[in-house]
């Protein structure tokens, strides 16, 4: 490369850093000690490899840009004004109210793919972005993520780089701002590329380490991470935090801080520039990949039969992805226990075996989702806890995720409280603009895995792993949101409110409370989040006694989800909760009923006190 454009890269490189001492400054916060570190490494991408067009986002052929290391936004958003997509007056609006510009990324900006800033994230979602890129876009378009020295104390991140050494994921380049130093001092292997080499190295990946300042090398580093082929690339580059303004510079105790004297250090860094980069937007051509579709028809199960609601699960997404092209599936190792391999099956194309790495699960399909597929993933309920943080963040995201929990509660038996989700809808209904669903049928099950599919945000589906009896008709419509009375009359002296398992459990119930002369109303509330506030607040008008039942612990799931809905009735009903409340062992699944309080026995007994 000759050397005036050599040197007009290290002009960019100032430019951004002064940016980032900028916006952080009039902020008064911010962390432009890290965007500092690897301003001359997003200099070069910025100027000769990213292929993005600013004025189309949603472009399919654009390069996907993630700072998995968000915290050092100041420098993504200098980018975004050194390309023309921000003006230098938004950009010095930088954290305040109403600002695009926020602490860390979000998709606020359309040019922003995913929120990132809790760290060890951004890697595992490009690692979704990349797949759908190979293998159903099958477009060119490259994933780069600029990740932080720190952030490879994560487990994620290297569930990531297994992942993508095991997929070939040769669209993917991995840039490490080695800049030795973390939040409370240096991290643990410092400037030691050598030693993140060979981790990184054993995964599969081409390694390459560079001096992250000299835009020479990184030119070289970015041009050699394109030529490689079959495997991803991570380039591993030594810099120094605070570079440029010898009173932070590579000194600890500065992180997370404005500079001291940003009038000073723009002056050390040469002064303001307004250099302006023209992104090469993506070469023209064709959309993505897509697959053909049938019309939709979903499993019918009869009355009366015994089908698992995980069972009815699997067969309903099979049939789903036949009728939608963009339902793509994702698994954890469990597909035979899961029921998804129904759909690797029927599609194989379009399904994901992540193994046992729920947070690379979760992640890529966040990343999927990036690409506008419509992802499913699903394990045992349990398991999901593994990647809460993941699912937190994709709702800061704004992602449309569903995720799907099997072997829920007490009543998988003999397997033990190691494998029983018993705080996964406590742990969704507090995730933001969540739903939570929990049918106790196969045609109810059928029905909700299709409405999932137009839902936004988060949404979560419980099933259950034995078999129960088929109670609804074939082609019954049940809205998110709402609720089904099994038992009702003007004569009800208790209402049982149940989801799932125990809506089997309180029919029986309720019909040995009907011999003994007390009338019990029965509503089926699989829709946990929303709740059908209307319904419950009918049965406690009409009763005045209430009974919720759940194969889950008391704190956060149906039970408080009913407090929740009647907690501004008057007269107040009275409520039992009747829940897992003492910890399970091995036992059978009526025996994990009986034991835990939850069976028909307890609901009639607890109605029989309520009533009288």
């Given at each position: 490369m000759p050397e005036q454009a050599l040197e007009w890269l290290a002009e960019l490189g100032q430019q951004l850093r002064v940016d980032s001492v900028r916006c952080s400054a009039a902020a008064g916060s911010g962390h432009p000690t890290s965007s500092m570190s690897a301003a001359d490494l997003a200099a070069v991408l910025l100027a000769r490899y990213l292929r993005y067009d600013f004025d189309a986002p949603d472009d399919p052929r654009n390069d996907h840009l993630i700072f998995s290391k968000g915290h050092a936004s100041p420098l993504l958003y200098a980018m975004f004004k050194a390309a023309g997509a921000i003006s230098?007056?938004?950009?010095?609006?930088?954290?305040?109210?109403?600002?695009?510009?926020?602490?860390?990324p979000t998709p606020r900006l359309p040019w922003v793919d995913v929120a990132t800033g809790s760290l060890g994230q951004g890697l595992p979602i490009g690692v979704g972005i990349a797949l759908a890129g190979q293998r159903l876009d099958r477009l060119p378009y490259r994933v780069w993520v600029l990740c932080g020295d720190s952030e490879l104390a994560e487990g994620s991140m290297w569930e990531a780089f297994e992942h993508a050494g095991y997929a070939g994921l040769d669209n993917l380049t991995a840039i490490v701002d080695v800049n030795r130093l973390g939040q409370r001092g240096p991290t643990r292997h410092g400037w030691d590329t050598a030693a993140y080499a060979r981790r990184i190295g054993a995964f599969g990946w081409h390694t390459?380490?560079?001096?992250?300042?000299?835009?020479?090398?990184?030119?070289?580093?970015?041009?050699?991470?394109?030529?490689?082929?079959?495997?991803?690339?991570?380039?591993?580059?030594?810099?120094?935090?605070?570079?440029?303004?010898?009173?932070?510079?590579?000194?600890?105790?500065?992180?997370?801080?404005?500079?001291?004297?940003?009038?000073e250090a723009i002056d050390e860094l040469g002064g303001e520039r307004n250099l302006r980069v023209r992104v090469k937007p993506p070469e023209g051509g064709r959309g993505g990949h897509r697959f053909p579709a049938e019309p939709l028809k979903l499993p019918a199960y009869a009355v009366g039969d015994k089908v698992a609601t995980r069972t009815a699960f699997g067969e309903a997404l099979a049939a789903l992805g036949a009728a939608r092209p963009d339902v793509v599936v994702l698994d954890a190792e469990v597909s035979d226990s899961t029921r998804t391999e129904y759909f690797a099956d029927a599609h194989p194309e379009r399904f994901f075996q992540c193994y046992?790495?729920?947070?690379?699960?979760?992640?890529?399909?966040?990343?999927?989702?990036?690409?506008?597929?419509?992802?499913?993933?699903?394990?045992?309920?349990?398991?999901?806890?593994?990647?809460?943080?993941?699912?937190?963040?994709?709702?800061?995201?704004?992602?449309?995720?569903?995720?799907?929990?099997?072997?829920?509660?007490?009543?998988?038996?003999?397997?033990?409280?190691?494998?029983?989700?018993?705080?996964?809808?406590?742990?969704?209904?507090?995730?933001?603009?969540?739903?939570?669903?929990?049918?106790?049928?196969?045609?109810?099950?059928?029905?909700?895995?299709?409405a999932m599919a137009d839902l936004e945000g988060i949404s979560y589906l419980r099933t259950t792993r034995g078999n129960t009896r088929v109670i609804y008709r074939p082609g019954e419509e049940f809205p998110v949101g709402g609720s089904r009375l099994l038992r009702a009359s003007p004569e009800d002296r208790v209402a049982v409110v149940a989801a799932g398992i125990t809506v089997h459990e309180a029919l029986a119930a309720a019909d040995q409370l009907a011999a003994e002369g007390i009338p019990a109303r029965v509503i089926d509330l699989y829709s946990v989040k929303p709740v059908d506030a209307a319904t419950l607040r009918e049965a406690a008008r009409d009763t005045g006694r209430l009974i919720t039942v759940e194969d889950h612990w008391p704190e956060g799931g149906l039970g408080d989800a009913v407090l929740e809905a009647l907690a501004d009735t008057r007269p107040a009903p009275r409520v039992v909760r009747l829940a897992v409340r003492a910890m399970p062992t091995s036992a059978t699944p009526a025996e994990q009923l009986h034991a835990a309080g939850i069976d028909a026995a307890a609901i009639t007994a607890a109605a029989r006190l309520l009533a009288a």
């Open positions: 230098d007056e938004e950009l010095l609006t930088f954290r305040r109210l109403g600002s695009r510009l926020e602490g860390h390459i380490e560079i001096d992250g300042h000299d835009v020479a090398q990184i030119d070289r580093a970015y041009a050699e991470a394109l030529a490689t082929s079959d495997r991803p690339t991570a380039i591993l580059a030594r810099t120094k935090k605070g570079k440029g303004v010898p009173e932070v510079e590579n000194r600890e105790g500065a992180h997370g801080k404005p500079l001291p004297d940003p009038e046992i790495a729920e947070q690379q699960m979760v992640a890529a399909a966040v990343g999927l989702r990036v690409r506008g597929w419509t992802p499913y993933a699903a394990t045992f309920a349990a398991f999901l806890t593994r990647a809460y943080d993941f699912i937190r963040m994709a709702a800061v995201s704004r992602a449309d995720v569903r995720l799907v929990g099997s072997h829920a509660g007490v009543s998988i038996g003999h397997d033990g409280p190691s494998q029983m989700g018993l705080e996964d809808l406590a742990a969704f209904r507090a995730v933001h603009g969540s739903t939570v669903l929990y049918p106790c049928d196969a045609n109810q099950t059928a029905q909700l895995v299709a």
